[in-house]
């Protein structure tokens, strides 16, 4: 199932997410958000990797799109991820999604308060890893 998966949904998000139309980049995002990582079962670790990495560069190209709705799902997405993901992605990837600085200095309050309750709900999960980023400033 997983690799039926991988095949139907991998080529159509990736003409959406890059779609000339908003609508269609913001639906693309609510898919991504929902079949995190997207990945092959039969592919080597290696290629996952690279796989989740693909898709948490795809996640901070949505949270820096031109259109606010496509901005703020983005945001979303970003906070479902690291809920799920947190204690599995790379550091460099959760520093990735996190310290935006361009989205800061274009940021509208919706957005503003997506991704601040994505760091909240980072900071209060219980387990240690977890509240180690969080002393270290991510």
Request: charge should be positive; proline fraction near 6%; charged fraction near 30%.
């Amino acid at each position: 199932v997983d690799k039926l998966l991988y095949d139907l949904y991998t080529p159509m998000l990736a003409r959406a997410l890059v779609s000339p139309n908003p609508i269609i980049r913001n639906n693309a995002t609510h898919v991504l958000a929902d079949t995190f990582p997207l990945h092959d079962p039969t592919a080597s670790t290696e290629e996952k990797a690279s796989v989740i990495v693909q898709g948490v560069q795809q996640i901070n190209s949505c949270m820096l799109d031109d259109d606010v709705k496509v901005r703020v799902t983005g945001a979303e997405t970003c906070a479902r991820v690291l809920q799920v993901m947190w204690d599995t992605l790379a550091v460099k990837d959760v520093r990735l999604l996190l310290n935006q600085k361009k989205l800061k200095e274009q940021v509208r309050p919706v957005e503003r308060r997506a991704t601040s309750e994505c760091r909240l709900q980072r900071c209060q999960r219980p387990p240690r890893e977890s509240l180690r980023r969080c002393k270290d400033g991510l």
